[in-house]
């Protein structure tokens, strides 16, 4: 009886089973120049501008192509399991009730303006696939209808307005770090510097006759947390006041890039602003060990690709104060004493 009920429950009940949810969706998504996602009480918005997505909610910063076109691309696939309740007492169970507070469900409004809406769905609850193969099923309803629909597919759907950018900041290989200097507010100096460009751990160089140290770890994270910053939202600028602040760090490449931020802790928050220059000073350093002559050419960098490559970073840069993860502030805060054993029973500083 139960295997019967079971089976019973996963069978179609309706023809829409396999029908798109959407079909015109895809003929329409390159007129979709709006999207608004609502949920509680929050709203994001995204628009297509002639540079690209923006966030406006978040004074137009750059947002993730992939992750808008993932959400999309899912919706053209979105595909009917069956129906469900037109029961408006029932939408509270579905998770398909209007946004509001204390309500689950996400608003999603597409469009190529405010008067011209291509589709509007409130999606509610969701679960894995019975069908399998890394697919979820919703619980989804047009906003202004009744019915509700179970369908099958993957959707994108970032519900704070930092899981709409690109969280990988920076990416710099670990072999061009050269050299890596951290300032404390109250004036303490580390700087870990590599010898060679193939040299997998760094060495002190600020503060001098320092003890053993404590973990080589820690000291590797100094010189590479900089070059692989990640980030969790973002803020104009002029949020943050970077005047005082709790860190000042500078990286160097091999090849000649030179990369400051200030840190700044705000509440439980912590903020960076960057900057980013081409330094033609920079004498490289000496060739690896294994390099032969041909290799040696091959890792001699143009300067015009550096500062091609200053002049991308500067965009995403200038006039934007980025919320760091508290362990990457944690890393790059480590003092002598965090990192060094005393040489002389006294304490470091």
Known sequence: FIATQNQQRTLPSDDTSGQLLLPDLAARINDISHIKLTTGENGIDL??????????SRSAYPADVGKIRQLLIGLTQLSMVERKTSNPE??????????????PSTLVEMGGNASNTV???IIGNQSPSRAGAGRNEYYIRK???NQNFLTE???YLGKAAGDWINKQLTNIDNNRVMEVSVIHNDGTRITVKKDKPDQTDFNV???KNHGSTKSQFAINSIGTILAHLSIQDVEKSGAIDFNKPDLEVKLK?????VLKSLIKKKEDKSYASLSVVYDSKITPLPASTSSTDETQKAETVNPATIKKEVEELSKNFTDWAFEIPSFQTE???????????????KTEK
């Open 47 to 56: 628009e297509k501008k002639a540079s690209g997505w923006v966030l406006t």
């Open 90 to 103: 029932l939408f509270e169970k579905l998770g398909t009730t209007d946004p509001g507070p204390g309500n």
């Open 119 to 121: 589709a509007s769905l």
């Open 143 to 145: 906003k202004g209808e």
């Open 153 to 155: 597919g993957n959707l």
């Open 205 to 207: 160089t600020e503060p």
């Open 253 to 257: 490449t091999v090849d000649g890039l």
């Open 331 to 345: 890393s790059l805060s480590k003092r002598p004493v965090d990192l060094f054993e005393s040489t002389s029973g």
